[in-house]
């Protein structure tokens, strides 16, 4: 079955920076999509970047941009999320989530989420 297992999440102060992985397995597909979300406690869960093996597109929501980074290891089927110039507001639980289809459109799994905590 697909599995999608995040790591890397942790405390962190202001302008920290922190790296998240999304390591995939159970399926042998060379162009997919994974996307990072998050959701912060009371708030509804957000799109935060995306990238797309099909063609190679990344994508970031707007508070991001600048800060993140999203790359990915398609040997590992492994995703990255760079974190760096953290803010107290980036704090949530992000999950990844993959599209088979590699479109960035339909996620239809999920990993179980990693805590990030920006604080002082």
């Known amino acids: 079955q697909v599995q999608l297992v995040e790591s890397g999440g942790g405390l962190v102060q202001p302008g920290g920076s922190l790296r998240l992985s999304c390591a995939a397995s159970g399926f042998s597909l060379e162009n997919y999509a994974i996307a990072w979300f998050r959701q912060a406690p009371g708030k509804e869960r957000e799109g935060v970047s995306c990238?797309?093996?099909?063609?190679?597109?990344?994508y970031y929501a707007n508070p991001v941009k600048g800060r993140f980074t999203i790359s990915v290891d398609n040997a590992k089927k492994t995703v990255y999320l760079q974190m760096n110039s953290l803010k107290p507001e980036d704090t949530a639980v992000y999950y990844c989530?993959?599209?088979?289809?590699?479109?960035?459109?339909?996620?239809?799994?999920w990993g179980q989420g990693t805590q990030v905590t920006v604080s002082s």
């Open positions: 989530a993959a599209d088979l289809r590699g479109w960035c459109h339909d996620y239809d799994y």
């Open positions: 990238v797309s093996t099909s063609d190679g597109s990344t």
